[in-house]
C-alpha cells in the first residue's frame, strides 16, 4: 500500500463526517414552516407556548447550527403513567425520555453540548423570578432549524414524549448561537483522530517496507 493511502482515506472521511455534521445549510421554506406549524399548533397552546415565537425564530433561518439551552426542574415524587399505571420517579421518566430524545438528535447531525445538575442555588441574581429549583441544565446542539421541526414531527420522538410530561415539573427552553467558545467541537476533535490514525497507519508501512 503506498503511504498516501492512509492520508486520503482519512480526507474522505473527514469530508463525508463534514457533510454529515454540518448538512447543506438551506434555510428552511415558507411551506415546511406552515406544515410543522399547521402539525404542532395546537400542541404549542396545550402547553403555554407562543406559536408566534416559534414562527419568528424558524422565518428566520439561517441553514446554520444553534445550541438549545435547556433549563429543567423534575417532578419531586414519583408519577403514575395515566395509561399503564406504571410508577416512577421524575428522573426515572426524564432518562427514558432523554435517552430517546438524544439517539434521534444523533442521528440528525446534533448532540448534547453539556449537561449538569444543579448544586447550589442562584449565586448572583438581579430583576430575576426567585429560583423555582431547577434541578438540570442541558445545551443540546441542533444542525439547523430544519433538522430541529423534522426531529418534533417524528414519531419516535412522539412515542417518546409522554415520559418527558410526566417527569418534568416545569421548564423553559431557547436557541442559542455560538459567539466564541474554548473547547474543542467536534470538527476539530474528528479531524484530530483521523489524523493520528493516519499518520500511525503511516510509520507502519514505512516500518513494514
Do not use: C
Not at 425520555?97 to 439517539?103: I, K, L, M
Not at 442555588?121 to 431547577?134: L, S, V
Not at 467536534?186 to 493520528?196: C, F, I, N, S
Amino acid at each position: 500500500m503506498a503511504v498516501w493511502v492512509p492520508w486520503a482515506v482519512a480526507a474522505l472521511l473527514y469530508l463525508a463526517f463534514r457533510l454529515f455534521y454540518d448538512g447543506l445549510r438551506r434555510p428552511l421554506s415558507q411551506t415546511e414552516i406552515d406544515a410543522f406549524l399547521a402539525q404542532v399548533g395546537d400542541r404549542l397552546h396545550e402547553s403555554g407556548n407562543d406559536p408566534a415565537v416559534m414562527r419568528a425564530f424558524l422565518e428566520a433561518d439561517d441553514g446554520h447550527e444553534f445550541v438549545m439551552l435547556n433549563m429543567v426542574r423534575a417532578h419531586p415524587g414519583d408519577i403514575s403513567h395515566p395509561d399503564t399505571g406504571e410508577v416512577a420517579s421524575g428522573m426515572t421518566w426524564l432518562r427514558r425520555y432523554s435517552d430517546r430524545f438524544t439517539g434521534q438528535l444523533f442521528r440528525r447531525g446534533g448532540h448534547p453540548v453539556f449537561v449538569g445538575r444543579k448544586v447550589a442555588g442562584y449565586i448572583d441574581a438581579w430583576n430575576t423570578p426567585a429560583d423555582p429549583g431547577w434541578t438540570l441544565f442541558g445545551t443540546m446542539r441542533y444542525r439547523s432549524r430544519r433538522d430541529m421541526i423534522r426531529l418534533a414531527s417524528a414519531p419516535e420522538f412522539r412515542a417518546a414524549h409522554p415520559a418527558k410530561m410526566l417527569g418534568l415539573d416545569a421548564t423553559f427552553s431557547f436557541p442559542t448561537q455560538r459567539m466564541f467558545a474554548f473547547y474543542a467541537s467536534p470538527r476539530v476533535t474528528v479531524a484530530l483522530v483521523l489524523a493520528l490514525l493516519a499518520a500511525l497507519t503511516h510509520i507502519a508501512l514505512l516500518s513494514a517496507g
